[in-house]
């Protein structure tokens, strides 16, 4: 297969990204307020939704990321 | 004090409007001391910044005494720099020595003082420049829009109910008020771009890796980049030009040589192969946002239309890596200080810590695919228009926009065309176009990697000719 190729990834569902953000805040041990909850879980739609259009085109297994560190 | 030598000869360079060539000139030659020119930044930042509210800070003592070296050292004889007595100010993001660099932040303010100045403060003050305070930010810099709710609002001089754009919106309204002819800022996703087209006045974004960022309160390491503002393009050059040079207190700063772009500026842009972004940069923009980058296509004589495939994909690789990185950033500080951040600051930060290793991954491999695109395009042209922002300056406060019949959040969106830039570092120039009566839009000039020279040589040519052009406001 030549790349790069576009490709579907299936949405990450909204219960799955409450399962990521309540995780987070259990394992950053935030205390947080049930509105910031909700702010945060719009935001984390919209990022999801972001990288399911990133993934979305196929690269790859060879394709180094940007920052490789240099010593 | 006789702080003027000569008030009818000094008039115009002690007044809101004077360029930082203009001063430089003056305080060199002997025409004005740089006394004189900072008691008269001073004296405007007392009346203006009230209605502005771009500096947090004002270092007054300091530039009096530094004006005082100066002039001092011009009567022994010595030469003086390039920015002789020209007043600065800085994005409080900069540490400035004996002030706590609050970044836009409470938390950030409650630390000690800076013990040494920003290397390019430094570097401006070795070239002869005064800085004269630190300015309003966006917190932590995550902030397109200027408003601070620890601070207030920056406002815009040209429409004090609007946005100055941020998170460079202090230094926005300081240059665009006439406070200062010079400012820094920091550009991380279009924060340098954005202040510049709501203000109506010139910004540099440098290639990333060419000015040092060391002692600045960082946002995201792999895009965050300094820069200046001023009115006039080759103000812009000057700045750039004194602050270059390899330094080893910050890892990204590329071994690159000195390329000073003042000397080149009236090469005129004959020969050069210019061209319209299309595509992603045609869409999603109010028609003032696409009219100036036509008018200004107009004037250079632009008439090809690239495509720039990915463009999309771009900017949502540099958000996703910008919550990532970001929220890497602050974990700590949401943990112990949650209610201290901007709300709308610390609900994305807190997203963004729950971003899994394989979306920034994918979005760091997506931005080596997309450099490769472009750098392959830049083969074939030698600049890139493109708007900066998809409207004018929003009213503060105002939450969303309607841009080709849908309804969007102004936050994020005013970064619609600057992200896919700046998500690869090319330099690009930020020049002021006034579509008609109402508020300015700047439109984006964009050049490969490391030939900011360009895009400064395409801005100076525009200012020339009056198609862009930076007035200080009527306040």
């Known amino acids: ?71 | 004090m006789n702080l003027a030598l000569d008030p009818k000869a000094t008039a115009g360079v002690l007044s809101a409007s004077a360029t930082a060539a203009e001063i430089a000139a003056a305080v060199a030659g002997g025409t004005v001391t740089a006394r004189a020119v900072v008691e008269a930044a001073l004296a405007r930042i007392a009346a203006l910044d009230p209605k502005v509210n771009a500096f947090t800070d004002v270092t007054a003592a300091r530039a009096r005494a530094r004006a005082d070296a100066l002039d001092a050292a011009r009567a022994n004889g010595e030469a003086l720099g390039p920015l002789a007595g020209v007043p600065f100010a800085v994005k409080n993001l900069f540490d400035i020595a004996g002030l706590p660099t609050r970044a836009g932040s409470k938390i950030n303010r409650e630390l000690p003082p800076a013990t040494r100045d920003a290397t390019l403060v430094e570097r401006l003050e070795a070239a002869g420049a005064v800085l004269v305070g630190g300015l309003n930010m966006g917190e932590y810099a995550y902030d397109f829009t200027g408003e601070n709710v620890h601070d207030g609002a920056s406002r815009n001089p040209h429409a004090l109910d609007h946005m100055t754009g941020g998170s460079s919106g202090g230094s926005g309204a300081a240059i665009a008020s006439g406070e200062v002819p010079l400012a820094l800022g920091s550009d991380t996703n279009g924060s340098i771009r954005v202040p510049s087209s709501l203000c109506g006045i010139f910004g540099l974004k440098p290639t990333y890796g060419r000015l040092s960022r060391a002692r600045s309160f960082p946002f995201v390491c792999a895009f965050d980049h300094l820069g200046p503002f001023a009115r006039s393009a080759a103000d812009l050059a000057l700045a750039y030009d004194a602050m270059q040079g390899a330094d080893g207190d910050d890892p990204a700063v590329a071994d690159q040589p000195v390329e000073p772009a003042f000397p080149s500026l009236k090469q005129g842009i004959g020969g050069l192969r210019i061209a319209v972004a299309g595509g992603y940069f045609r869409q999603r923009a109010m028609p003032e946002a696409l009219a100036v980058v036509d008018k200004v296509a107009q004037a250079v004589g632009a008439t090809r239309a690239i495509d720039i495939p990915g463009a999309a994909r771009a900017r949502a690789s540099a958000y996703i890596i910008t919550a990532a990185d970001g929220a890497a950033l602050h974990a700590e500080r949401l943990r112990t200080r949650p209610q201290d951040y901007d709300p709308a600051v610390r609900d994305r930060l807190i997203a963004g810590l729950a971003i899994p290793a394989a979306w920034t991954t994918a979005a760091q491999r997506f931005r080596r695919h997309f450099r490769a695109q472009m750098l392959a395009l830049f083969e074939n042209v030698d600049i890139l228009l493109a708007p900066a922002t998809p409207t004018r300056a929003p009213k503060l406060g105002q939450k969303t926009f309607v841009l080709d019949g849908i309804t969007l959040p102004v936050r994020p969106n005013l970064g619609l065309f600057t992200q896919p830039i700046s998500f690869i570092g090319l330099p690009v120039a930020a020049v002021p176009v006034w579509p008609d009566d109402g508020l300015p839009l700047a439109v984006q000039v964009i050049a490969p990697p490391w030939r900011e020279d360009l895009a400064l040589r395409v801005a100076y040519e525009l200012e020339a000719r009056g198609i862009a052009r930076a007035p200080v406001a009527s306040l």
């Open chain 1, 1 to 71: 297969m030549s790349h790069p190729v576009e490709r579907t990834i299936p949405a990450v569902s909204d219960g799955a990204l409450e399962l990521m953000l309540d995780g987070t805040i259990e394992a950053f041990a935030l205390k947080i307020e049930p509105d910031w909850r909700t702010e945060a879980l719009v935001n984390l739609r919209l990022i999801a939704d972001a990288a399911n259009l990133v993934r979305g085109l196929d690269l790859g297994d060879e394709f180094d990321p940007a920052p490789v560190y240099r010593p």
